[in-house]
Structure formats: structure tokens, C-alpha cells
């Protein structure tokens, strides 16, 4: 399973170009997109 490096003190611009960049390295792996979500959440 993939793990998303988690963003830290990010900027709305720089938190969608994470999400962008996680979406695509996800290859449909719901749970990869959710825990991204989460990490933006607590950035």
C-alpha cells in the first residue's frame, strides 16, 4: 500500500497540488485519496 508523505503547514494552492499529486498516484486506491484528505485536513 501506497503512503502519502504528510504536508504540513500548506498554503490552499500548495494543499490542491498535494491532493492533485495524490489522486494520481493513488490508481483508484480510495484509502490512499482518504488518508491524503486527512493529512490536508490536519495540515
Request: charged letters at 30%; a negative charge.
Amino acid at each position: 500500500m501506497n503512503e502519502s508523505p504528510h504536508p504540513t503547514r500548506l498554503g490552499g494552492e500548495e494543499m490542491a497540488a498535494y491532493l492533485d499529486a495524490c489522486i494520481e498516484e493513488a490508481d483508484g486506491d480510495v484509502a490512499f485519496i482518504a488518508k491524503a484528505l486527512g493529512d490536508i485536513a490536519r495540515a
